[in-house]
C-alpha cells in the first residue's frame, strides 16, 4: 500500500524572545534560534516539525530536503538512506556543548529526526491517528514535566539589546531565596510536582544551598540539579555527600563517562545524563563502566521517536532510568515531546521543558493543556498543533532583524563581563 509522498519540503528559521538564564556555558542571549519544518505531500497532507535554528543546523536539513521529493512518508528507512546520503561526509556539529559530543552519527541523526517528526505528523493526519498511536499506543493520557529553575540576571545587558526589547516579569534569581521564588512562582502557575536546578553556574557549595533551600520550601518535590560537567572529578566528590538524601538524581556533575563512573562509584545519587551518553556510540562504553543510572533522552538528537524508543529499550535492558531532557523549544517541539512521551512506558521521571521561560508561540492556540505540572496528549491527529502562519512570519522577520545565528553563550557572556572564566570545568 503506497502512502502521501513528500512533493516540498520548506524550512523556516525563526528567532524568539528568551531570558538570560546563567548556565555553564555563559547566558542565553536575547533570541533563541529554531526551524519549523514542514512536508506537503501529493495527498494533499502536510507535516510539521520543529529543530534547532542555528547556521549549521540550517545547512544539514537545507542540503537533505531536496532529496526527500518523492518518499513516502510510511517509508522511513527510505527517509533515513536519503538524508544520509544527501549529508555524505558532514562536518559533525552541535549547537551546544550542552548536548554533548558531536559525531557525525549525530549530525545525520539530527538531521533525520527532524524530518521523522514531520512525517509522523503527516501519518497521522492521512489515519486520522496521533503519534502516540502510530507509536505503539498512549500509556498515560498526560505526560508529567519538571520545573526547570535557572539562576538568572533580571535583564539582559543593555548593549545586547534594542531600546524597545520587552523584558520578561521574572526578576533576577542569583540566590536561594530568588531560586525558591522562581520555584514558588512556576509550581503555582502549572503546578509542577518535580523541580530542576541548572547548575554550574556559581560555586559548588552555594548551588547546594539553594538545592537546600528548595528542600526546605517543597518538603514533598523530587529535586534535581544539573551542573552541565561544570566540576571537576573532585569537586564532585567533595560535593556529592552534601545532596545525598537531598536529590531524586544529580545530572552531568562531570565530564565523560570515565568521570562520571568515577563519582558513580563514591555515591549514593543516582546519576543521569544529557552529555555523556547523547548517541548510541557513547552507549557501550556507559555500559561498561556503569558511569549512569538515568539516561536523558531527545528526539532532536538521538534521531527521531524511533531511535527515542530503541534509547527506552536499551534503558530498559540496562535498568537505566529514562527521563527527557529540553532544549528551548516552541510548541511543535513540545507536542513531539509529549506525543512520544505518552508512547514510552519506562519513562521513570518527569520530563524536562523550558516552556515557562518562553514568551513567544508558533501553533494555533488550545491545543497544549496544563494541568499539575502535566501537559494532556494533544486531541488531533498528528502532533496535534496547527502553524499559526501570522506567527511565523512575524518570528522570521524577528529573525531576519535580530542579526543572531548560532547560539552563543559564551560570546555572550564575555560582553557582559570579559574577566568571566571560560576553562571547563569551572569548579
Ligand atoms: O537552556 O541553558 C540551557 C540548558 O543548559 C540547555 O541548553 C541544556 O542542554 O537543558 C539542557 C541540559 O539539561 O543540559
Ligand atoms: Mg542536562
Known sequence: MAGPKITHVSVTPVAVLDAPLLNASGVHEPYQLRSVIEIDTDAGLSGLAEAYGDDPTLANLRAAAPALVGVDVFDLNELNRRVALALGAVTPGSPTELVGRASRQKTVAQTYGAFEVACYDAQGKATDLRVCDLLGGAVRDSVPYSAYLFYRWAKHPEHAVPDDYPEDDWGAALDPDGIVTQARRMVDTYGFGSLKLKGGVFEPEAEVEAIAALRDAFPDLPLRLDPNANWSVATSLRVTPRLEGLLEYLEDPTEGNPGM???????????ATNMCVTSFEEIPEAAALDSVAVVLSDHHYWGGFRASQRLAG??????????MHSNTHLGISLAAMTQLAAATPNLTYACDTHSPWQREEIIEPGALRWSQGSLAVPEGPGLGVELDRDALARLHEQYLACGLRS???????????PSWPTHRPRF
Open 261 to 271: 563512573a568515577e563519582v558513580a562509584r563514591k555515591t549514593t545519587l543516582p546519576l
Open 314 to 323: 536499551i534503558c530498559d535492558t540496562f535498568g537505566w532510568g529514562l527521563s
Open 407 to 417: 547560539r552563543d553563550d559564551k560570546t555572550a557572556m564575555l560582553r557582559a563581563d
